[in-house]
């Protein structure tokens, strides 16, 4: 029975085919490409690269209506964020040099040092606007192509410094089996006469707890837009002890649940989480979303409840996973969600 | 086999811990409460000045929760939220588990572990400045049972216990987000 079991999960297995994005030269856009590394059996990785956006047009701003990524299986996520206020040791001028392919870069190598490199700390990007993302990494399908709908764009001005921030996982939960890898394509678009500006939202609950004594907790929250907006894309964001991600529109005005028939996005695979795209949702001034993070305790793969326990700030002793990056012994809560138009600002709700 | 598994589900079934405060029969109260910055419980009266401070995430908010009576104290949902006084809109909603350690006297306390994190600053869509000026809170407890209670009161959220000016900067009505706020 064994042997069958064995045979019939080699017969199976994906083969890998490495992946491969072209190179966009001249005007017609920008690549990245992350130097490939390797990441340990049982350890994570968390990797902030600063790179500036480059003149690529003569100076003028760039109108981004296509961002494809490349992501070798095993990949927790992939942001990438335009850099604002530097704080906490997260200085793109003290990080190591490197090269994102052709475009000279710094980096600043978190490991799982979790609990002490900046890579790690959040409050270093909670003014840092996302840009584009992805959770989404498996050997089949190893590209996101993520074309913007018609006539929006993700504006850049050369210049713009932006952090790529990857995050790989090489454990039983959520294997790197052929090395962490990762590239991205920015798409430039030459008519920007008529495109309208693409802005991000990104909300999370922070105040989480995913106790032992009480295992199947859901936590909610809310966020509002300045102006009315399109929702074009969305996904959202757990740990291990996720179960299901909702994400429903909101009127702005109650407290109360919105109906099930608001929802519109789900997702059950904390290591999967879909990327939600052409959602095309039109929410009317002083609306917003709600959203939901469904868990189940379970206690940790890699590490102990003493672990859990020494990261608790109120120490409770009760394994509690609370707000953190660590897949293995922290939780998160968070939505990245894509709107427009960007009017002023783009949205925060912490 | 199908029976025995059903058997062995059945058998570990179980009802979920009662643990009354107060008279569970009766209609459900309760008051708001907040904690200061050495998370010491406070009763929230009118216009009271409710710190704001800084999670580990960023932005600015209140912590805050409730002392209840004649309701489930371990199983309890909070919603908590705030709103301007001039528009039906509410700003920003919180709900989650919460618990009520018993005081001994019919009511309980949410103990520091289960409050509630209400973020007021940023906010872009706010009309007026975030801090030092009235806005109402609410805060609505349901248990297991069905059971609710439900307060709504005018505070003052203030910057008092940040010296760095950033949740000033922050919680002011035309701030940015991503400018600068040294």
């Known amino acids: ?350 | 086999m199908r029976s025995l598994l059903l058997l062995a589900i059945g058998c570990s079934t179980h009802e979920p811990t009662f643990c009354p405060v107060g008279d569970p029969t009766a209609a459900a109260a309760l008051d708001i409460i907040h904690l200061d910055d050495r998370y010491e419980p406070h009763t929230t009266t009118a216009y009271a000045r409710v710190p704001l401070f800084l999670p580990q995430q960023g932005g600015w908010a209140a912590r805050l929760g409730a002392r209840a009576t004649n309701i489930d104290g371990c199983h309890v949902d909070a919603t908590t939220s705030f709103r301007d006084l001039d528009s039906a809109q509410v700003a920003k909603v919180d709900q989650r588990p919460t618990l009520l350690d018993d005081l001994g006297d019919g009511w309980g306390i949410t103990p520091a572990t289960a409050i509630s994190e209400l973020q007021f600053c940023p906010q872009p869509a706010a009309t007026r400045d975030l801090h030092d000026e009235p806005y109402e809170v609410t805060v609505e407890l349901v248990d297991l049972n069905g059971q609710h209670a439900a307060q709504s009161i005018v505070i003052v959220p203030v910057c008092d216990d940040d010296p760095t000016g950033r949740c000033l900067c922050m919680c002011a009505r035309d701030y940015v987000i991503g400018s600068p706020c040294y």
């Not at chain 1, 490991?111 to 409050?123: F, R, V």
């Not at chain 1, 590239?183 to 920007?192: K, R």
């Not at chain 1, 429903?248 to 109906?259: N, R």
């Not at chain 1, 326990?309 to 609370?322: F, G």
């Open chain 1, 1 to 350: 029975m064994r042997l069958w079991l064995i045979a019939l999960c080699a017969c199976s297995s994906p083969q890998f085919q490495p992946w491969d994005l072209p190179t966009l030269s001249g005007d017609a856009g920008f690549s990245l490409r992350v130097p490939e590394f390797s990441v340990p059996p049982g350890r994570e990785s968390q990797n902030c690269y600063f790179v500036r956006v480059p003149d690529i047009a003569q100076g003028r701003d760039l109108w981004i209506d296509r961002v494809e990524l490349g992501i070798n299986p095993g990949s927790h996520h992939v942001n990438v964020f335009r850099v604002k206020t530097i704080q906490g040791g997260l200085d793109p001028a003290a990080g190591t040099p490197t090269m994102l392919g052709d475009y000279e870069a710094t980096v600043i190598e978190g490991s799982d040092d979790y609990a002490h490199n900046p890579c790690w700390q959040s409050s270093n990007w909670a003014d840092w606007p996302l840009v584009a993302n992805s959770q989404h990494s498996d050997a089949e399908t190893p590209i996101t192509n993520w074309q913007l709908p018609e006539n929006v764009a993700i504006r850049f001005t050369p210049g713009d410094m932006l952090m790529v921030q990857t995050h790989y996982v090489n454990t039983s939960d959520q294997p790197t089996p052929y090395n962490a890898r990762v590239g991205i394509n920015f798409y430039n678009e030459h008519e920007s006469a008529s495109l309208v500006e693409m802005g991000s939202l990104f909300a999370t609950q922070q105040n989480i707890r995913i106790c032992r004594s009480n295992p199947q907790v859901t936590y909610a929250g809310t966020c509002r837009f300045p102006n009315a907006v399109t929702v074009a894309a969305a996904n959202g964001h757990f740990h291990k002890r996720g179960d299901e991600f909702r994400i429903y529109s909101w009127d702005g005005a109650s407290t109360s649940h919105p109906p099930d028939a608001s929802q519109f996005y789900l997702s059950t695979e904390w290591d999967h989480p879909p990327m939600k795209l052409d959602i095309d949702l039109s929410l009317p001034t002083n609306s917003g979303i709600w959203w939901d993070c469904q868990y189940r305790w379970q206690p940790p793969s890699e590490f102990t409840c003493d672990d859990v326990d020494a990261k608790d700030p109120l120490h409770a002793n009760d394994c509690c996973y609370t707000f953190g990056g660590n897949t293995d012994v922290g939780e998160h809560c968070n939505v990245f969600l894509y709107y427009y138009p960007r009017l002023t600002t783009d949205v925060f709700c912490l």
